[in-house]
């Protein structure tokens, strides 16, 4: 089966905030920052897979930061861990200083996204291999978090989920 590095599938998105997509504090609104964050990572997602992809879940998202008016948001997403038709999507989000041009990290994504055929249904994705530590980290966490999305949405049982229990097992 072909294989995949994180590194092919990155897509870096830069846009600035406008005041059409701010709220009432000037802070850009949580919905276009989902947007754009979705837009990245379906293009990361077709990027792995070479197919037509669709959002499954997202599966957390940290809004830690309030992003203003006229910055510039740079929305990184690389795939962090393929299964067999699924892929999850590592989202960084960045902001920049005007003067020192310094980035700052300012939120945090994660997605789901599936590779389907003409209609719709699942295919097979190549096989991912993380090359860096961060990238080993997020691939090994992947598992965990993809059994805890599929509990929440009751597609699988709790009992079935065991590197999700192995987690809790473990901090005991
Ligand atoms: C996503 C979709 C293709 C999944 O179809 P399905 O019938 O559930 O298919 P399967 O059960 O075979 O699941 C396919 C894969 O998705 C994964 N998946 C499904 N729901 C998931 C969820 N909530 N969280 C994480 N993964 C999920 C499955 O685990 C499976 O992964 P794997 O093959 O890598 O093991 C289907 O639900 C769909 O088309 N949804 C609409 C997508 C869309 O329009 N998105 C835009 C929203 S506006």
């Given at each position: 089966m072909e294989v995949k590095y994180p590194e092919d599938s990155k897509t870096i998105l830069t846009d600035l905030v406008l005041p059409s997509e701010t709220n009432p504090l000037n802070n850009l609104f949580g919905g276009e920052l989902l947007a754009r964050m979705?837009?990245?990572?379906s293009?990361?997602?077709r990027r792995?897979?070479?197919r037509i992809v669709v959002?499954?879940?997202?599966?957390?998202v940290a809004f830690n930061k309030a992003?203003?008016?006229g910055s510039v948001v740079t929305v990184e997403a690389k795939v962090t861990r393929s299964f067999k038709t699924s892929m999850e999507i590592f989202l960084d989000v960045w902001i920049e200083d005007r003067e020192s041009g310094r980035r700052s990290k300012a939120n945090e994504a994660i997605y789901t996204f599936v590779a389907v055929d003409d209609t719709g249904n699942p295919?097979?994705?190549?096989r991912?291999?993380?090359q860096t530590e961060l990238e080993n980290e997020r691939y090994d966490a992947a598992l965990r978090r993809k059994q805890l999305s599929l509990v929440l949405a009751g597609k699988m049982k709790p009992k079935d989920a065991?590197?999700?229990k192995a987690l809790f097992e473990n901090d005991k």
């Open positions: 979705d837009r990245a990572a293009i990361a997602a792995h897979s070479r959002t499954a879940s997202v599966n957390h992003i203003p008016l295919v097979p994705v190549p991912l291999e993380p065991t590197e999700l």
